[in-house]
């Protein structure tokens, strides 16, 4: 199982957020894949800080699909139940924590509330196959992932991301993995401080 913990690298989800809400006057659901998401630590987290920032009416028309290679199936039995132990909570807000979590049993075990709970999708996906989980996303978010493909498979995996993303559509990854060179032409980032990039339609 990956290395993630619930409010991992926040300020990039916080931004991503932020672009979301200055770049868009959609009034229709609102789709995002997460490609990695592992134990679903940040789809979830990325759902409570959209539910925080955007409010109940828009947080409605959200969906986030949640994929992952899962080569031990454990993530498609831990993600749809949102049932974690309190040591994996403990990096999140104290706030966060009380408002979004209950308690689940004597085991000190916590249950993710169904408003957020009801918005991951989870869907087992490799995505070295370049066949898209869905088509028509708004955001893509794929961090902690890429580094561990080549070069080529990055681009290759980012090109597909570029073809799934509707026009403007948004891109994140992890403060480390800069875009390749080669793909300059697909992406554009749009805040300094954070590595988010906006779909370029040729």
Request: glycine residues 4%; charged residues 25%; contains cysteine.
């Amino acid at each position: 199982m990956g290395f993630t913990f619930f409010y991992r690298d926040r300020h990039t989800l916080e931004q991503l957020v932020n672009q979301m809400v200055i770049g868009s006057n959609k009034d229709y659901p609102f789709k995002v894949w997460d490609a990695g998401c592992s134990n679903g630590a940040e789809p979830y987290t990325f759902a409570m800080i959209l539910r925080e920032q955007i409010g109940k009416e828009w947080f409605s028309k959200i969906q986030i699909i949640a994929t992952d290679i899962d080569e031990y199936s454990n993530f498609e039995k831990i993600i749809p139940a949102g049932i974690y132990p309190k040591s994996d909570l403990e990096r999140m807000p104290e706030e966060i924590f009380h408002k979004y979590f209950i308690k689940y049993d004597d085991f000190n075990r916590y249950i993710i509330i169904d408003e957020i709970k009801s918005k991951i999708k989870y869907i087992k996906h490799n995505l070295l196959s370049l066949v898209a989980v869905e088509k028509n996303f708004d955001v893509v978010i794929c961090k902690n992932v890429l580094l561990h493909f080549s070069n080529q498979e990055r681009i290759d995996v980012f090109k597909m991301f570029h073809k799934v993303l509707n026009k403007n559509g948004l891109l994140a990854t992890e403060q480390t993995q800069e875009l390749p060179v080669e793909l300059a032409d697909l992406f554009e980032k749009v805040i300094p401080n954070a590595n988010i990039y906006r779909k370029i339609i040729k």
